[in-house]
């Protein structure tokens, strides 16, 4: 598919607040029947905006097709991968958007009660959000909808913004993943199916439910529908929120919002890839190319993509719920590895057995985090080995 050379598309539908009454989307959304709701979501293309991209219409189906009397939904608000903060902005500015999206996800799939676990280092936002979430469910109330949500304070950890960590960590236990299957949809939250979506997610569901679906699919492509908030930050004069429309190349992003100098782009923070100048113009940033939960760090000629990649390994290293040993062993030796690479006690080809040892994470981690780490070790070194031997 060929990109024209043209400046990112921006969008407002996130921070857009004039004509919008999230209440009222609600009032109107649940006059409907669940089916032609989830079929709206489906037709619109709306994919996860936490970075893995599956289906949101799907996961409501799935989760509203289990036979049970109690379902969960939950707004996953815990935002610790490094070089994002949008869901932060979402909440501190349109919080009432999410309550929306996470209240017409309830009616949808058939529950009674919603919860937003939100980054135990965004408590400071808590007060305000219990605010307007107390008038929130007040409102639900007198509209005669049966669903109240909830907030739960994260427990610091990484860890817990995979799904089913994030689960254990709020029925009060050690926060370390499941075994999947089964799937959220099948026994989530207390065993219960549970629908779990990211914030930005909730809020284009919400903004579908008002606007309706064509209008989402008319920007963006036909693999990534829809707009995207991006948290910008690094070597740019312009680090902020932004939101742009999918399928831009990474060229057409580094125009609008690099230096000038810019060598390499990490897209999806430390998790994601990173993409070297000599890639920006092939690299589309979408579904079809390198998906991203929201991060855009730039790298201009300044930076040592060796100390990038040290911050990152010493993150992950940290940041390991220690469960299995491809990750727990994986990270810690990956990040001895390149320091002996660097010290010169290793020989550059033990770069070739450390990218071997990440593709078996990759392939073997029980979770996200473990098989996240492979994206930014193997891109960086296969892109600036340069700057890692010498």
Same mark, same amino acid.
């Given at each position: 598919m060929e990109i024209e050379n043209t400046r990112p598309k921006r969008v407002d539908f996130i921070f857009n607040?004039?004509? *919008?009454?999230?209440?009222? =989307? =609600?009032?109107?959304? *649940?006059?409907?029947?669940?089916d032609d709701i989830i079929l709206d979501m489906i037709d619109s293309?709306?994919?996860g905006r936490g970075g893995a991209g599956f289906p949101t219409g799907l996961k409501w189906k799935f989760t509203k097709n289990e036979d049970s009397p109690v379902k969960y939904v939950i707004c996953n608000a815990d935002e610790g991968e490094p070089g994002t903060f949008k869901d932060r902005e979402i909440l501190d500015q349109v919080p009432e958007k999410v309550f929306s999206g996470l209240s017409i996800c309830g009616y949808t799939v058939g529950a009674r009660e919603g919860f937003i676990y939100l980054r135990g280092e965004y408590n400071f936002l808590l007060k305000s959000l219990n605010e307007k979430l107390k008038r929130f469910n007040d409102g639900l109330?007198?509209?005669g909808l049966d669903f109240t949500i909830q907030m739960r304070s994260g427990s610091g950890a990484y860890i817990c913004g995979e799904e089913s960590a994030l689960f254990e960590s709020m029925e009060g236990y050690r926060g370390e993943p499941r075994n999947?299957?089964?799937?959220? /949809? =099948?026994?989530?939250?207390?065993?219960?199916?549970?629908a779990i979506n990211n914030v930005e997610t909730l809020v284009y569901a919400c903004m579908i439910c008002q606007f309706g679906p064509e209008k989402f699919r008319e920007i963006g492509t036909r693999d990534s529908r829809g707009s995207k908030v991006f948290s910008v930050s690094g070597d740019t004069p312009k680090a902020g929120i932004h939101e742009l429309e999918l399928g831009m190349t990474v060229q057409q992003f580094v125009e609008e919002f690099g230096d000038g100098d810019t060598k390499a782009v990490q897209v999806g923070g430390a998790s994601g890839g990173c993409v070297p100048r000599k890639n920006f113009k092939d690299t589309i940033i979408g579904y079809e190319g390198i998906p991203t939960g929201g991060s855009m760090m730039l790298f201009n000629s300044s930076r040592s993509m060796y100390n990038v990649l040290h911050d990152y390994l010493e993150f992950f290293t940290e940041e390991s719920c220690g469960?299995? /040993?491809?990750c727990r062993v994986g990270c810690q030796q990956l990040l001895k590895g390149i320091e002996a690479v660097k010290r010169g006690e290793r020989p550059p080809a033990y770069l070739e057995d450390l990218k071997k040892l990440a593709a078996t994470m990759k392939l073997s981690a029980k979770c996200g985090l473990g098989?996240? =780490?492979?994206?930014p070790f193997v891109s960086i070194v296969n892109n600036f080995r340069e700057e890692i031997i010498y």
């Open positions: 607040k004039e004509g *919008i009454d999230p209440l009222k =989307v =609600v009032e109107k959304t *649940i006059q409907r029947n669940p293309g709306l994919k109330k007198k509209m999947k299957p089964p799937y959220p /949809t =099948v026994a989530g939250y207390l065993g219960k199916p549970t469960q299995c /040993t491809p098989q996240s =780490v492979a994206n």
